[in-house]
């Protein structure tokens, strides 16, 4: 399998892109892909119950770079075209990082490179998904950003008037 050069902005999440913000998708750079189709997932291997996925999206035409703010629908044709999945929210689309406060956690943004489209209807799992690119996938980077939610700090009680 080839090997993918994958990019985002930044090493830790910036709020946007998170549940603490507007939880729109990340812009992804890929650099070195041959295919005409590319597969994103983005999950969290540090999760409580488990690895946790965040994103599922597939026949993404050849790019060099999937633009941020992938609209959550089953298939989008704007800013790019793509099929996604359901995400372990049970939603579609990406659903940003959100760990428990106080807890930071790994994200890994994984991409393949089909050699051709992969015949998944919209909103399907994780497991359908890996095991169709299991087949046609034939190149494949990553990257990992973290981030960590803020503990809320507990308001002191109050005590009467200060002088």
Excluded at 21 to 47: H, Q
Excluded at 143 to 149: C, I, L, P, S
Aim: aromatic share 8%.
């Amino acid at each position: 399998m080839q090997n993918l050069t994958i990019g985002v902005d930044f090493d830790r999440f910036p709020p946007e892109h998170t549940c603490d913000g507007e939880n729109t998708s990340p812009r992804i750079r890929v650099t070195g892909s041959n295919a005409p189709y590319l597969a994103v997932i983005v999950d969290d291997p540090d999760a409580p119950r488990g690895t946790f996925t965040h994103w599922l999206a597939w026949n993404i035409p050849a790019t060099a770079e999937i633009p941020g703010g992938i609209p959550p629908e089953r298939r989008v044709s704007r800013p790019i075209s793509a099929v996604q999945g359901t995400n372990d929210f049970r939603r579609i689309g990406y659903a940003g990082p959100c760990p428990p406060k106080g807890a930071s956690h790994r994200f890994f943004i994984r991409v393949w490179g089909t050699g051709r489209e992969v015949d998944l209807p919209p909103g399907a799992d994780r497991s359908l998904l890996e095991d169709a690119l299991a087949s046609a996938a034939t190149e494949y980077g990553e990257t990992m950003a973290v981030y960590e939610r803020r503990k809320t700090l507990a308001t002191p009680p109050d005590t009467g008037p200060r002088t």
